[in-house]
């Protein structure tokens, strides 16, 4: 499937859901334009609730976060639209992630709105430790490292489903540049909480002003190295990231 039909089938789904949301069940939905038809007409049991999709207690809705997958995808601008707020995946190069704040930006706009950095969300894999030689070992050089273990995988499956291009800087880039080494380093964010601070804050300048850095977890194979990497993000990374920017934007949050 080409990408711009991913994109139209993501806009009409989203259609739809909020559609749900702001009728009555039954249901018998049939925008102009959109495959998705959803009707419970007939096999509505309203004495059992057979046909009913629960509404959330927020009013309007509660915020609604969409992944974003792709380089200059154009489903950011449907999320624009919708004001549905976009997480950058952890898998994207620093150097695309502006491509998604230019079309949500774009997406807005169409919707008559101003786009807030605060709304958007990037992804990273990172890992903090006390000391420069932990952080290495566990993150980048230990043959059981789940952070290598996932990027392995991760590259393997993409290199299957020919879609692999995501890792590259363009697309004329040679398929064998992508290596463990070219993936930890474009993509992994380690080191102690001084480290991992200037990482963020430089990820920030290349991609932009986005609100919250999302910590994309990785398996336990150590609990105490695991869960010490959460705490020094909590406690020492967040505090000189939102130090280091204070007095000249938004601060940006960790989840």
Same mark, same amino acid.
């Given at each position: 499937?080409?990408?711009? @039909?991913? !994109? &139209? ?14 009728? !009555? ?11 998705? $038809?959803?009707?419970?007409? &007939?096999?509505?049991? +309203? #004495?059992? #609730? ?7 207690? /927020? ?5 609604? %976060?969409?992944?974003? %997958? ?9 999320? *624009?639209? =919708?004001?549905?707020? +976009? ?19 774009? *997406? ?7 786009? $807030? ?19 290495? =070992? ?9 952070? =290598? ?7 393997? &499956?993409?290199?299957?489903? &020919?879609?692999?291009?995501?890792? $590259? ?5 040679? @398929? ?21 601070? #200037?990482?963020?804050? /430089? ?17 336990? %194979? ?19 990231? !939102? ?13």
């Amino acid at each position: 499937m080409l990408r711009e @039909d991913r !994109n &139209k089938l993501f806009a009409e789904s989203i259609d739809v859901i909020l559609e749900i949301r702001s009728r !009555n069940a039954p249901y018998d939905i049939d925008l102009p334009g959109n495959r998705f $038809k959803v009707t419970t007409a &007939k096999t509505s049991v +309203p #004495e059992i #609730e057979r046909g009913e999709m629960y509404k959330p207690f /927020q009013k309007p809705r509660p915020e609604i %976060v969409g992944t974003v %997958v792709a380089p200059f995808s154009k489903g950011v601008i449907a999320m *624009g639209e =919708r004001d549905f707020h +976009p997480l950058s995946a952890d898998f994207l190069l620093a150097d695309h992630l502006s491509s998604h704040w230019t079309n949500y930006v774009e *997406g807005k706009k169409k919707a008559g709105q101003q786009a $807030k950095s605060e709304e958007w969300r990037v992804a990273r894999t990172i890992f903090v430790a006390d000391d420069m030689a932990t952080a290495r =070992r566990y993150a980048i050089e230990d043959a059981a490292s789940p952070y =290598r273990y996932y990027w392995s995988l991760l590259l393997k &499956k993409m290199m299957l489903s &020919k879609r692999h291009a995501i890792f $590259k800087a363009s697309p004329e880039q040679d @398929d064998c540049t992508l290596t463990m080494d070219y993936m930890l380093d474009k993509l992994e964010l380690w080191g102690t909480p001084h480290r991992v601070a #200037e990482q963020i804050l /430089q990820l920030r300048e290349t991609a932009g002003d986005f609100g919250e850095i999302v910590y994309a977890n990785m398996d336990w %194979v150590d609990e105490r190295l695991a869960r010490r990497s959460i705490e020094l993000m909590a406690t020492e990374v967040m505090p000189r990231v !939102n130090t280091a920017i204070a007095r000249s934007a938004p601060q940006v949050h960790a989840a």
